[in-house]
């Protein structure tokens, strides 16, 4: 039996404003809430919530047969909470009709997983609260940030006790290897790692519409002949891209929507079932281990993770971020931990691409740089301001608690006070 | 070609520009190039082109012997060649005052009777352009449009002129109509027009109302630096960020000024150049004053040579806030030596450049964001200085002699 397995992303970046050097220490606010609201309100109409009716539509049409996937980061949450309500009432409709599954993230989609394991833990376990809050279930199944996967990501995951993981068809790692298959972690047999198919989901996401493609126009019956003309022993096929696909990289006229409508029709007419993540991770037998040494992600064309830290700018930007994360955790400052988060989505490093700046409102990567980098030094300056910057972290740590020892002690000795006194004062009445 | 300058006695950008682009253009086998410029000194780079002083040429016909004449001017040109030319007189110039030989005194510069010069020259282009061996004509900038114009009427070639600037960029708009008049009358009579930018481009089919199609932009390149090695820079605890050039309304250093103030508001840690000299230097200096930053801020006057190398290797920091530059080649010497730039968006370099700071030249917040960022993150600073280096070693003068050569094909043709 042949299985397709859809998931969606939707992670929007807060839009960083125009922040000059001489706002650094005198204005803490960093985003330009009109700039942010505006592409949520643009995706929200043109993709988000068009997108979400016609899904429901074919879960009811085909009796729950047709499943599919989300992956929504904690920014991207924020986000649609504030300027479209209605898409995550959407949401949690879906997530009633038990067909659709939300996957674990970290909570700002950052690049943790590359730089601060400790942090990174700590996001993925806020960002499954998010989704347990808002949809009633915790996730099973992890997608990182730009798909950014190594053994090592792998072994953290299994151990905060997810079953399966997402990750990118990269050459480097795959080789010979089908991605129609399931497979493994090489230590940890417990975890499943599921496989892009690269092809098939970008000719889906980006050439759906371009007439010069050879294939065009695609027809959902075309494309499920593809894949029943794959090996019959393929029995996986794993269709993920950002959800903007539908409505705004592909447009509504384009037909994406009656595309997508049509497939689950052709589909079960070919004995081809839809399932999610964690399903495919259950059922499905693993065909072996994969080692994956060097961090690999889903974007461009080397597949690693150059794309955010492959030049000095965004290495400079990076080191100085996380080299305060220690700090910044020890503080109880609820805007600084929230602004921490901002900043560290993946996009803004992005933007400081020489030649991929994807989807980059800046002119030219230095301009990103020097944006953020004045935003980075107002907040450097503002996490100083919490504790003296001459103390060492492992110091603060041992006074911080003592000072929090000092509080429970003072608690309990004031409560036997009082005990004493009122004891005292009985006797005296006796 | 007509021009009016060619090193190593210069005085602006023309004659780097025709330097480099007849440099560039001599490394294609079958391209002859006679260069015309008013006066020669003699020391001039003649290895790949042959240079004829507009000085040398009679223009009124004088009986003189060999040996005088070898005497006179034999260490600028063969007398051979000066009776050869004599031939080409074919008007009467004699209202034009000339020297012994029938030739006439240039002062090679920008004197205050250039009008006069420049019809002089026009007089010694009648003169060459009845030499049969040439089939394009080449000219340089508004001076020589006259000559130029004259050249083809006289023998029929293609005129093909060449815009390093124009009026407009000169002036903020507020054009002398005697320059205008020559300028257009030039565009209009070429059978093809070659602009160092878009920008210009724009100006010259907008302004001047020529046809865009006979309009075609070739960027200017830099010659490679000889000795980078030789400039160091010295260690020190404060940055140095440079404005280098012309103190003029063109070049807009008010803004300089103004964008020093807010990062010193900032911080101390940098201190502020203005080199060169210029009608606007006491007002300048009045400015500083005024803003209180005198102590930070540094002017040295004219600088020439190698010193304006060793300026900007000391540098951390290269600013050209100019408010209209055709094509602008000091940032790309200040790339040559390492140091990040910061250049107007109204600046002809700006279309070929990527690692540069592009700013518009009013915003001076942006300008001041810019060398607040460089000098204060030390990834900008290398970034810009090691990607600017690659980037500008790839814009050479071959490349553009390339252009200039398939614009000739189309004309002979």
């Known amino acids: 039996m042949r299985n397709i397995c859809f998931y969606f992303e939707i992670h929007q970046p807060v839009r960083l404003k125009r922040y000059r050097f001489f706002d650094i220490g005198q204005d803490h606010y960093y985003y330009d809430d009109f700039q942010t609201e505006d592409t949520i309100r643009y995706l929200t109409d043109n993709s988000y919530l068009p997108a979400n009716q016609i899904l429901a539509e074919m879960i009811r049409n085909t009796n729950g047969k047709f499943r599919c996937a989300f992956s929504i980061s904690g920014?991207?949450?924020?986000?649609?909470?504030?300027?479209?309500?209605?898409?995550?009432?959407?949401?949690?409709?879906?997530?009633?009709?038990?067909?659709?599954?939300?996957?674990?993230?970290?909570?700002?989609?950052?690049?943790?997983?590359?730089?601060?394991?400790?942090?990174?833990?700590?996001?993925?376990?806020?960002?499954?609260?998010?989704?347990?809050?808002?949809?009633?279930?915790?996730?099973?199944?992890?997608?990182?940030?730009?798909?950014?996967?190594?053994?090592?990501?792998?072994?953290?995951?299994?151990?905060?006790?997810?079953k399966a993981i997402l990750i990118e068809e990269a050459k480097q790692v795959m080789g010979w290897k089908s991605t129609n298959y399931i497979y493994s972690h090489p230590t940890q047999s417990k975890l499943k790692l599921l496989i892009r198919n690269f092809k098939l989901s970008d000719d889906i996401a980006f050439h759906f519409s371009n007439n010069s493609w050879h294939e065009y126009p695609l027809t959902s019956e075309k494309?499920?002949?593809?894949?029943?003309?794959?090996?019959?022993?393929?029995?996986?096929i794993n269709l993920w891209m950002g959800y903007e696909a539908l409505g705004v990289f592909q447009r509504r006229e384009t037909g994406i929507f009656d595309f997508i409508k049509a497939l689950p029709y052709h589909a079960m007419e070919n004995q081809i079932n839809f399932i999610l993540p964690s399903?495919?991770?259950?059922?499905?037998?693993?065909?072996?281990?994969?080692?994956?040494?060097?961090?690999?992600?889903?974007?461009?064309?080397?597949?690693?993770?150059?794309?955010?830290?492959?030049?000095?700018?965004?290495?400079?930007?990076?080191n100085k971020l996380y080299a305060v994360s220690e700090r910044v955790r020890l503080c109880n400052d609820k805007p600084l931990q929230h602004d921490w988060l901002m900043l560290q989505a993946t996009d803004h490093f992005r933007y400081m691409n020489h030649k991929d700046a994807f989807g980059s409102h800046y002119d030219t990567a230095y301009e990103a740089f020097m944006n953020y980098m004045n935003v980075l030094a107002d907040f450097l300056e503002r996490v100083a301001a919490q504790y003296p910057s001459n103390i060492e972290n492992e110091e603060l740590n041992e006074l911080l608690k003592t000072i929090l020892n000092q509080e429970i002690t003072i608690e309990k000795l004031e409560t036997e006070l009082k005990k004493l006194k009122t004891r005292k004062a009985k006797n005296q009445e006796v | 070609m007509f021009g009016?300058?060619?090193?190593?006695?210069?005085?602006?950008?023309?004659?780097?520009?025709?330097?480099?682009?007849?440099?560039?253009?001599?490394?294609?086998?079958?391209?002859?190039?006679?260069?015309?410029?008013?006066?020669?000194?003699?020391?001039?780079?003649?290895?790949?082109?042959?240079?004829?002083?507009?000085?040398?040429v009679p223009i009124v016909w004088k009986e003189n012997n060999w040996d005088y004449i070898n005497q006179r001017i034999g260490f600028q040109m063969n007398p051979d060649e000066y009776f050869r030319l004599r031939n080409g007189i074919k008007y009467d110039f004699t209202r034009i005052y000339t020297n012994d030989l029938g030739c006439v005194d240039f002062s090679g510069r920008y004197p205050d009777n250039l009008i006069e010069?420049?019809?002089?020259?026009?007089?010694?282009?009648?003169?060459?352009?009845?030499?049969?061996?040439?089939?394009?004509?080449?000219?340089?900038?508004?001076?020589?449009?006259?000559?130029?114009?004259?050249?083809?009427?006289?023998s029929g070639k293609p005129l093909v002129v060449h815009v390093h600037a124009t009026d407009f960029d000169r002036s903020r708009g507020q054009v002398n109509p005697t320059v205008y008049g020559i300028e257009k009358r030039g565009l209009d009579a070429a059978d093809h027009i070659i602009t160092v930018s878009n920008l210009t481009r724009k100006i010259v089919i907008e302004k001047y109302f020529q046809n865009p199609k006979k309009v075609t932009t070739v960027h200017n390149a830099v010659e490679p630096l000889?000795?980078?090695?030789?400039?160091?820079?010295?260690?020190?605890?404060?940055?140095?960020?440079?404005?280098?050039?012309?103190?003029?309304?063109?070049?807009?250093?008010?803004?300089?000024?103004?964008?020093?103030?807010?990062?010193?508001?900032?911080?101390?840690?940098?201190?502020?150049?203005?080199?060169?000299?210029?009608?606007?230097?006491?007002?300048?200096?009045?400015?500083?004053?005024?803003r209180k930053i005198a102590d930070r801020f540094h002017f040295t006057g004219f600088l020439k040579g190698r010193q304006v190398h060793e300026m900007l290797a000391e540098s951390d920091v290269y600013i050209m806030p100019s408010v209209s530059e055709p094509f602008g080649i000091s940032p790309l010497e200040a790339m040559q030596i390492g140091t990040p730039t910061i250049i107007s968006k109204q600046s002809g370099c700006a279309e070929i450049l990527n690692h540069a700071i592009k700013t518009d030249y009013w915003d001076i917040d942006s300008m001041a964001d810019a060398i607040f960022s460089i000098v204060e993150y030390p990834a900008?600073?290398?970034?810009?200085?090691?990607?600017?280096?690659?980037?500008?070693?790839?814009?050479?003068?071959?490349?553009?002699?390339?252009?200039?050569?398939?614009?000739?094909?189309?004309?002979?043709?």
């Open chain 1, 279 to 318: 399903e495919a991770a259950k059922k499905l037998e693993s065909a072996g281990p994969i080692n994956v040494s060097y961090p690999i992600s889903w974007s461009g064309t080397g597949k690693d993770i150059s794309s955010w830290n492959g030049n000095d700018l965004q290495q400079e930007a990076l």
């Open chain 2, 4 to 56: 009016w300058e060619f090193p190593p006695h210069i005085l602006g950008g023309l004659g780097t520009a025709s330097y480099g682009l007849t440099r560039g253009m001599s490394l294609q086998p079958d391209m002859h190039i006679t260069f015309v410029i008013p006066k020669p000194h003699g020391d001039e780079d003649q290895s790949f082109l042959k240079i004829i002083g507009a000085c040398n």
């Open chain 2, 380 to 413: 900008m600073h290398k970034s810009l200085s090691e990607l600017g280096l690659e980037e500008v070693n790839n814009i050479r003068w071959e490349d553009a002699g390339l252009k200039v050569r398939s614009i000739y094909d189309s004309l002979i043709k």
């Open chain 2, 226 to 290: 000889s000795h980078v090695d030789t400039f160091k820079k010295t260690a020190r605890k404060e940055k140095i960020v440079t404005f280098l050039g012309r103190i003029t309304m063109q070049k807009g250093p008010e803004y300089f000024v103004e964008a020093a103030s807010r990062v010193l508001q900032k911080t101390k840690n940098v201190r502020f150049v203005m080199a060169g000299s210029g009608d606007m230097m006491q007002a300048m200096i009045d400015l500083v004053a005024k």
């Open chain 2, 117 to 154: 010069e420049i019809s002089n020259y026009e007089a010694v282009a009648s003169v060459l352009a009845h030499q049969p061996d040439f089939d394009i004509i080449h000219s340089h900038d508004w001076l020589t449009y006259p000559a130029g114009v004259f050249a083809k009427q006289i």
């Open chain 1, 75 to 162: 920014v991207a949450l924020e986000q649609l909470e504030q300027y479209a309500p209605e898409v995550i009432d959407s949401f949690k409709e879906l997530a009633k009709t038990g067909s659709v599954e939300f996957l674990a993230e970290t909570y700002p989609h950052s690049l943790a997983s590359l730089y601060d394991m400790n942090e990174f833990e700590k996001q993925v376990k806020m960002h499954a609260d998010k989704i347990e809050s808002l949809f009633g279930k915790r996730p099973t199944v992890f997608r990182n940030s730009e798909l950014i996967y190594s053994d090592k990501i792998g072994e953290i995951i299994s151990k905060l006790g997810y």
């Open chain 1, 223 to 236: 494309f499920i002949s593809w894949i029943t003309s794959l090996p019959a022993e393929d029995n996986l």
